[in-house]
């Protein structure tokens, strides 16, 4: 069936250093994809959204790139802080459609000191 | 902005009671509503989607007649763990959609913890 996975179940990365996150997506038709960051015992936070007609998007310190050709959608944080440990969620969804976002399995990201 | 609030944050219970689940927008009006359930170490699982005044639209393998939604305002939708067992331990989490489509943007709340004892 149709799925969005994660490369990594687990990253850890070097405080001050930068962070890349990837999740692969199957269904070729999604034109919609969210990043979301998840605390522990939190619901998740929206991070940052990019639709199928754009390859990149920047925000403060996040910047999501997509490749429809091999589909699939990374996070770029820079400078990774210790409040950016957490758990990362890739989700899609297909605009005009009746389904609903389809979330991936989730990167846990450690900073270390 | 686009605020969502859920109450408890955490609950037990015995098992065989039932327990409600409130989720709210608090500075927007939420069209749809979803309710998730989340195991240790996994993915959020959609269990059903809640419009204002229609009835919920269930996943596949998620019994109705246990998990009652009711979506009775634009800022209120509640979720009812009816003869909770303990399998029904879990992190629930609701999240609120102030626009009609499927590619607005959802707001999460923070989640309550069920137990089930």
């Known amino acids: 069936g149709e799925s969005v996975g994660l490369h990594l179940p687990t990253l850890s990365v070097q405080e001050g250093d930068n962070s890349i996150i990837n999740c692969a997506y199957s269904?070729?038709?999604?034109?919609?994809f969210i990043w979301y960051k998840q605390e522990s015992g939190k619901g998740p936070q929206f991070i940052i959204d990019?639709?199928?007609?754009?390859d990149k998007r920047q925000g403060q310190r996040v910047t999501v790139l997509l490749n429809k050709t091999v589909k699939h959608l990374s996070l770029q944080i820079a400078a990774t802080q210790p409040g950016d440990s957490a758990v990362y969620f890739c989700?899609?969804?297909?605009?005009?459609?009746?389904?609903?976002?389809?979330f991936g399995s989730g990167t846990q990201l450690t900073v270390l000191p | 902005g686009a605020v969502v609030s859920q109450h408890p944050s955490r609950v037990i219970c015995k098992s065989g009671t039932s327990v409600k689940i409130e989720c709210r927008s608090l500075d927007f009006q939420a069209t749809t509503m979803f309710w998730y359930r989340q195991f240790p170490k996994k993915s959020l699982m959609l269990m059903a989607t809640?419009?204002?005044?229609?009835?919920?639209?269930?996943e596949q393998g998620v019994e109705k007649d246990k998990f009652l939604i009711n979506h009775a305002s634009l800022t209120l939708s509640t979720l009812t763990v009816t003869s909770a067992h303990p399998e029904d331990s879990s992190f629930y989490i609701c999240?609120?959609?102030?626009?009609?489509?499927?590619?607005?943007?959802?707001?999460f709340g923070p989640g309550t913890r069920l137990t089930v004892l």
């Open positions: 989700a899609e969804n297909m605009s005009g459609s009746a389904r609903q976002l389809t």
């Open positions: 990019i639709r199928s007609n754009m």
């Open positions: 809640s419009n204002e005044g229609s009835k919920a639209t269930y």
């Open positions: 999240s609120a959609r102030s626009g009609t489509t499927n590619t607005d943007t959802q707001y």
């Open positions: 269904n070729s038709a999604s034109d919609y």
